[in-house]
């Protein structure tokens, strides 16, 4: 299908352990992004890239790596989950500089 | 950095009702959207307005950029449209070309 697409939507995971979300977009957007959504705190950026190999820090990334091999792909991983990283996790993509963003469908990721 | 702020924090509607929700912005942007996050939490794109006015369907926004301000109104409220409104903005000149988020309109409607 076309768009953009996160997967899975929804894993639990134990402390400790090393996840990977997955997003694709179908668009070859130049722009792509990773936000967390929490209470109190809205959405907050992760991670963004600029195009494929370019990648840069967001507002809270510590505790996350980021890749961009294929301008489509843009996995996000937990190298070694923690409760706090508890949260609602948001994949965009945007053609270009300030331009609309669109927003994959979200992974619940809860980690005990 | 950009401040986003938003209100009413939240609305409580009839079935049929009209509404106005605001968002305030701290500095220049070239970039503002508005978004629904539906019951199921998906975010779905309403308007990409940084300027001037659009409309679609029972829904209009408004942006005054010079004034540092963006409007969302919903006519004749329907119980699909409860959710979260969310305002979005893109400082202006930023380099990240990150959306600074609102905290959100919460919106239940009313059978």
């Known amino acids: 299908d076309a768009g953009i697409t996160q997967s899975p939507r929804y894993k639990i995971t134990e402390t400790g352990r090393q996840v990977t979300l997955m997003c694709h977009q179908t668009w070859s957007h130049s722009y792509m992004f990773w936000y967390r959504q929490d209470l109190g705190h809205g959405l907050r950026l992760i991670y963004y890239s600029a195009a494929a190999d370019i990648t840069d820090k967001g507002e809270v990334p510590d505790g996350y790596v980021v890749s961009r091999s294929k301008t489509e792909n843009f996995p996000l991983t937990l190298e070694s989950a923690t409760r706090s990283q508890t949260s609602v996790y948001f994949c965009?993509?945007?053609?270009?500089?300030?331009?609309?963003?669109?927003f994959g469908q979200g992974t619940r990721l809860t980690v005990v | 950095g950009i401040q986003v702020e938003q209100s009413p924090p939240d609305l409580i509607l009839q079935e049929g009702a009209n509404s106005t929700l605001r968002c305030n912005f701290s500095d220049s942007v070239n970039n503002l959207q508005w978004f629904h996050q539906n019951p199921w939490g998906q975010l779905i794109n309403l308007f990409y307005i940084p300027s001037g006015t659009k409309q679609n369907g029972r829904l209009s926004a408004t942006t005054v950029a010079t004034e540092r301000y963006s409007l969302l109104y919903i006519s004749s409220s329907q119980t699909t449209d409860s959710g979260v409104y969310f305002c979005?903005?893109?400082?202006?000149?930023?380099?990240?070309?990150?959306?600074?988020f609102g905290t959100g309109t919460l919106l239940a409607v009313q059978p």
């Open positions: 965009a993509s945007s053609p270009g500089r300030h331009t609309e963003a669109f």
């Open positions: 979005a903005v893109g400082e202006y000149g930023g380099a990240t070309n990150k959306l600074i």
